[in-house]
C-alpha cells in the first residue's frame, strides 16, 4: 500500500514539475506580429491613407509582401499601369522599433522578375536582394539596429524603370526609447516621379524611358497621386504636435520639404533623436533618404488653418507635390499664393 501510495505521489510530482516546465517554456515563447500585405491593403480612396499607428508590442514582426502588376490612378483621372508592392503605390507602411528582428517575406505574383531593398537592414545584398522570378518566393530577416525613415525598392535593373513604375514603400523605425517627444498626430509621405507619354494607338499613359532619363517628370507627387491631399487634407486638432516621415523614393529628384505657415520645431535628419534640429524651415531629402519632420499648430501661433505641404521646388510642386494639412475647422478657400 505504501508503495502504491510512493508512485503515486511520484507521478504526480512528476506531472507537476512537467507542467511547470510546459508553462515556462510557452511564456519564454517570443510573441510573433504577422501581416499579410496581400490581404492587408492600404486604403487609397478618397486618397492614399497617410496615417500611420504605433509600432505593435512584440519584438519579433513578420510581413508577406505580394510583388504585383496593378493599374493604379497617378493623378485625378488618369490611370496607369503601376508595378506595386501590395497592391498599391506606394506600397505598405511597415513600423518596427529599434532591436526588433523583421522577418521579410515576397512573394513575386507578376509576370516579370523584380526584387526587393531595404535601406533599413544590414544584410548581404546577394542574400536578400537577388532576382525573384514569377512564382518564386523569398524570405530573409535583419535585426532593425537604425532608426529613421527608409526607402524601400525594387532593384532590379534597370532600378529607374522599376521605381518610376511604383516599386517603393516606406520603412518607420523608431528609436528604442522614442522620438524625445509625443506626437499626436502621425503620417508618412512618400514623394515620386512618374515619367508617362500617351499611345499614339490606344491612348494609354504608358512609361517613357527617354524622359525618365532627361529627367523630364510628367507628374512628382505625395504617396502616388499628384494633388491628392488638396482634396483630401490631412486633418489634425489646433494644439497637436504632428510628425511627418517623409521618405523621397525618387528616382531622380531631391524633395524640399516645407510646410507653408509653419515651421519645424524638430528635424530628425538621421533618424537620433539625439541629433535633433532646431527652429528648420525646408529641408532637403535627398533620393533614397528619409528625414522626420516636427511641428506644433499651436493655438496662438500655426492654430486653426489652413497649411500647404509642397516641395520647394516650385516647378515639381506644380506638377503635384502639393497637400494640404487641415488644422481644426476653418473657412474653406479657392485660392492661396506662397
Not at 506531472?15 to 510573433?32: C, D, K, N, S
Not at 486604403?43 to 508577406?64: C, G, L, M, Q
Not at 526587393?116 to 512564382?135: L, M, Q
Not at 494609354?204 to 497621386?225: C, E, H, L
Request: aromatic letters at 10%; proline letters at 7%.
Amino acid at each position: 500500500m505504501r508503495s502504491r501510495t510512493l508512485v503515486s505521489t511520484t507521478l504526480t510530482l512528476s506531472a507537476i514539475v512537467a507542467l511547470g516546465f510546459g508553462l515556462t517554456a510557452a511564456r519564454r515563447e517570443p510573441a510573433v506580429m504577422r501581416v499579410d500585405f496581400g490581404k492587408t491593403v492600404t486604403a487609397t480612396n478618397p486618397a492614399y491613407d497617410a496615417r500611420i499607428n504605433p509600432a505593435a508590442d512584440p519584438t519579433i514582426k513578420e510581413f508577406i509582401i505580394p510583388i504585383t502588376h496593378d493599374t493604379v490612378e497617378i493623378a485625378k483621372g488618369v490611370k496607369y499601369e503601376g508595378w506595386t508592392f501590395g497592391g498599391t503605390v506606394p506600397g505598405p507602411v511597415i513600423r518596427v522599433t529599434e532591436g526588433d528582428l523583421v522577418r521579410i517575406k515576397v512573394v513575386n505574383k507578376a509576370p516579370m522578375p523584380h526584387s526587393i531593398d531595404f535601406h533599413s537592414a544590414r544584410i548581404p545584398a546577394n542574400v536578400a536582394y537577388r532576382t525573384i522570378n514569377p512564382g518564386d518566393t523569398i524570405s530573409f530577416q535583419f535585426t532593425a539596429r537604425d532608426p529613421g525613415a527608409y526607402m524601400v525598392h525594387c532593384g532590379t535593373p534597370p532600378v529607374t524603370m522599376h521605381i518610376m513604375q511604383g516599386m517603393y514603400f516606406a520603412i518607420i523605425v523608431d528609436p528604442r526609447d522614442g522620438w524625445g517627444t509625443k506626437a499626436d498626430k502621425e503620417f508618412v509621405l512618400v514623394q515620386s516621379e512618374f515619367y508617362t507619354k500617351k499611345d499614339s494607338t490606344t491612348g494609354a499613359i504608358t512609361p517613357d524611358w527617354q524622359a525618365a532619363m532627361r529627367k523630364t517628370a510628367s507628374y512628382v507627387v505625395f504617396n502616388g497621386r499628384a494633388g491628392q491631399y488638396k482634396e483630401a487634407p490631412l486633418k489634425v486638432d489646433v494644439g497637436d504636435r504632428v510628425r511627418l516621415f517623409v521618405v523621397n523614393a525618387g528616382p531622380s529628384f531631391d524633395s524640399d520639404f516645407h510646410v507653408v505657415g509653419a515651421v519645424f520645431d524638430r528635424v530628425y535628419p538621421d533618424g537620433n533623436p539625439d541629433h535633433a534640429l532646431e527652429g528648420v524651415q525646408t529641408y532637403t531629402v535627398p533620393a533614397g533618404g528619409g528625414v522626420v519632420f516636427e511641428t506644433v499648430f499651436d493655438r496662438n501661433a500655426s492654430g486653426e488653418g489652413l497649411y500647404p505641404f509642397v516641395t520647394h521646388s516650385f516647378a515639381d510642386a506644380e506638377k503635384g507635390a502639393v497637400g494640404i494639412i487641415q488644422v481644426g475647422t476653418p473657412k474653406q478657400f479657392t485660392t492661396m499664393s506662397h
